[in-house]
Every structure is written in C-alpha cells, then in structure tokens.
C-alpha cells in the first residue's frame, strides 16, 4: 500500500514535517499516492537530495503536454512564456542560459543593491511602525514581508519607481487564488505583466539602465539571450524571488517572535549572528518546500535499496533534506548557534559548524538568487527587530498553530503574521 499526501490539507501546509519524518523512517526515498490520482518519489534524505540534484540523469524539461490545448487567450500566453525559463532547461541549453545569467548576476552587482534594500527597508519598517502606532496591530506579511522582496526585485528588473506600484499589485494577484478575486482579474494581472515586461525589455534595447536586468538585456556573448528568452527570465526572476524570499522574512520573524532567547542573542551578537539566524530559518523553515520537479531518464539506484524507475516524477523535499536527523542534531530545534561564526561557537551547545543546508538547492540550478536573498534577510531582520530602531516593540497577536499556510508541495511560509504593539492585549 502507497502512502498517501494531499497537499491541499492545510494541517499538512501548517505542519509537514510529521509526515515527511514518517516518509524518512520507509527509506531516503518513497513512492507515494497524490490525491489528484497520480503518484511521484518523494526524496527526503539529505544525502540523497544533493545527489539527485547534481545527477544529469533526472530532467528538469517538463514531460509533452499531449492533447493540452494550446494557449488561446493573451492570460494563457503570458503564463506559457514561463515555461521557457531556465529551470524547466537541462543542458546544455540549461548552460548556456545559466552561463549568460550568471556573467550578469555578478556579487559586486548584488552587493551594489545593499544600500537600495537598506533605504526600502527603512521605509516600510516606518510604515509598519505608523501602523502599530495608529491601529495597534500590523501584519508583517502583507506590510513588510510581501513587499520588500518585489520592490528589491524591481531594482533588480530596473523598473521605474513610478511603476513599482503597479508590479506590486500584479505580482500580488497572480499569486492570489482565482476566486479570492473578482472573476477576471488574475488573468488581467497576468496580460498586465506580460505587456510591461514586453515594453520593459524594448525600452532597455533602447536605453540601457544600470540595473541588473539591464546587463543581461545587453550580453553579448553566444548571441545574448533573445527577447522571449528576457521575457521567461523577467517573469522567472520575479517569481523565483519573491515568494521565496518573502517565506524567508516571514518565516524567520515567526521564529524569532516565538523564540525570544534567540531574539535577544541576536540582538546583542550583531550582523554575525542576525547571518546566523537567517541560516537557520532557511534551514528549519525552508522556503521553497521542494524543488521543481524532475523525472528520471533511466533507472536510478539511490543505493539504501532504493531504486528508481525510468520516467519517474520526482520531488526532492528540501524541507525534509534539511531535517534529516543524520546531518542535523535535534533537526526540530530552532538554534542560529549552528550557523554561528567561530568566535561565537566556543558558547554554543554545537561544537562543530553544521552542515550546509539545502534550502537554495544544490548541482547546476543552484539557486541564482542566493546571495541576494541572504542580503534582504540581513538587512531586513535587524531593522525590523533590532532594539532602538524605528520599530516599537510588539509581540505575536496570534497562536502560531492556527497560522494558515499556503497549501501544496512548493513554497511553505506562513501567509499572516499579525503583530500588536507590546502591552497592547491585540
Ligand atoms: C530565500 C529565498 C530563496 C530561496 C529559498 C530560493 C531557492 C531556490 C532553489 C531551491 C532553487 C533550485 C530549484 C530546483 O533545483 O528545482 C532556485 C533556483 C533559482 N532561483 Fe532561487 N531562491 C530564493 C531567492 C531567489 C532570488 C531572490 C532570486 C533572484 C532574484 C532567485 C532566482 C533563482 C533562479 C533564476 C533560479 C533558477 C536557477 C537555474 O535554473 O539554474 N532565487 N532557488
């Protein structure tokens, strides 16, 4: 008998960890029965994780849509030039695009961005701050968590501030459900930022910026990345980005508004130390729950007597890799200490530095974005919890075992994270 998952049961969005250390106790890899009828290898162990993920012999090209009718409406269109992007690609048209992507995604660029997220940053901590003032009450999620990773993106993209509003509110409802809406506005969203990103990619033909986005536009080399390959990689960068890196701020704040001992080391350890915590949340909240999927080309032994079959669907679960109770001690355990400098780790209770997590994958997709999401969470965490800032203090105004998680196997990050000024009851 198959296990089997319903991603959409949000107990299971909330809290999947239970089930995936039931699926690890079966074996580093388990078959198992979707609710939507189909079944897929869920791979859990770290090891495991890595190998299949540096292993030319899983694919990342998605199998042919037989008999799916092509796409019809100018939503449909939009939404199919993602399918062009990088991360659907193996080699080598995976290389190339990777090659010319990471010539312009250099570490000075992003570093360049540090004084734009420090100034965004402060701006929303302000508007959060004149929230709690005003209401008493702010969500951190829809005022701060959401928000900053799509503006950095905006930089990132070069998008005029005059238009950043707009990106917002696109982003915003393409990752909405259909009918949290009115009838017809996540398509419109969808048309929306297909137009812009069209007229974005011409303008910058034209007239070079100095933003990233810019640099690849203006590549020269292999011929540069033409204009549909601009348009996946604009959508690909916006949707890469945010969401991941708004379950990193949110879920990391979580953490560190239930863990108040590690609040208060933070707070007095410095930038070492709000790094660590960022390490950590990405370790214990991965972000991204579990990578794209990929399927075997041929059979696959794992070795621990599993073995894969040829065109399998496989999911390596980030979330479970990162809890494997074989590379990480008390994997439960929310502890920064782990990822502590080694001037700190002579007083922390892990003698060694742990293993590096997974949590931004591993082999040729290693995730682009990696040092510029560590940046936003390193600049966004002191400022909106370091003492004497502009922040007031306030706590968590709601039992973190009935926050909603968005459901399904992707992304993980709580959804709502209400917050009251510190003395107020909520
Ligand atoms: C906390 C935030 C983030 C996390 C946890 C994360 C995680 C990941 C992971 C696990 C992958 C590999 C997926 C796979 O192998 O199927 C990936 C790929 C990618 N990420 Fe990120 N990411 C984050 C932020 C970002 C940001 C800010 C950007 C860019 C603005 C970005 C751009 C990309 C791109 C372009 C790829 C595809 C790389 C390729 O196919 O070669 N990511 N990310």
């Known amino acids: 008998m198959l296990d089997t998952l319903d991603p959409a049961d949000p107990s299971f969005a909330r809290d999947p960890y239970p089930y995936y250390a039931h699926l ?7 078959r198992v029965a979707l609710a939507n009828g189909t079944d897929a290898w869920l791979v859990t162990g770290y090891r495991q994780a890595r190998e299949v993920l540096a292993d030319p012999r899983f694919s990342n090209v998605p199998p042919r849509a037989a008999g799916r009718p092509k796409p019809d409406s100018p939503a449909q269109r939009a939404r199919g030039c993602l399918a062009r ?34 100034q965004l940053t402060a701006e929303l901590v302000t508007d959060v701050a004149a929230r709690l003032a005003r209401e008493g009450t702010a969500d951190l999620v829809d005022a701060f968590a959401f928000p900053l990773p799509v503006l950095v993106i905006g930089e990132v993209l070069g998008v005029p ?33 297909h137009g812009y990103f069209t007229a974005l ?18 590549d020269e080399a292999e011929g540069g990345l033409d204009d549909g390959e601009l348009l ?19 879920s990391a704040s979580l953490l560190l508004l239930t863990h108040p001992a590690e609040l208060a080391a933070a707070r007095q350890g ?89 949590a931004f994958g591993h082999g040729p997709h290693f995730c682009l974005g990696s040092r510029l999401a560590r940046l936003e969470a390193e600049v966004a965490l002191p400022m909106l919890f370091g003492e004497g800032g502009r922040m007031p203090a306030f706590t968590l105004a709601a039992d973190p075992a009935t926050l909603p998680y968005r459901p399904g196997l992707l992304v993980r990050g709580p959804r709502h994270l209400p917050v009251v000024s510190a003395g107020s009851s909520g």
């Open 24 to 30: 690890r106790t079966t074996g580093p890899a388990a």
């Open 161 to 193: 501030t005059a238009d950043r509003a707009d990106l917002r509110t696109w982003t915003y409802q393409v990752g909405s459900p259909a009918d949290a809406l009115p009838a017809g506005a996540v398509d419109r969203a969808w048309t929306s930022l």
């Open 85 to 118: 992007h990088m991360l659907n690609t193996d080699a080598p048209d995976h290389t190339r695009l990777r090659r010319l992507t990471t010539a312009a995604f250099t570490p000075r660029r992003v570093d360049a961005l540090r004084p734009r997220i420090e």
């Open 270 to 358: 410095g930038p070492a130390r709000w790094a660590a915590v960022a390490e950590e949340a990405l370790r214990h909240a991965s972000p991204l729950e579990g990578t794209t999927w990929r399927r075997t080309t041929e059979e696959v032994d794992l070795g621990d007597g599993v073995v894969l079959p040829a065109d399998a669907s496989v999911l390596v679960v980030l979330a479970a890799a990162n809890r494997d109770p074989g590379v990480f001690p008390e994997p439960d355990a929310f502890r920064p200490g782990r990822y502590a400098s080694s001037g700190e780790r002579a007083t922390e209770r892990a003698a060694e530095r742990a293993a590096p997590h997974a």
């Open 232 to 250: 996946a990689m604009a959508f690909l960068l916006l949707f890469a980005g945010y969401e991941t890196t708004m379950n990193l701020l949110a």
């Open 201 to 218: 990619i011409a303008r910058k033909r034209r007239a070079p910026g100095d933003d990233l986005f810019s640099a690849l536009v203006h």
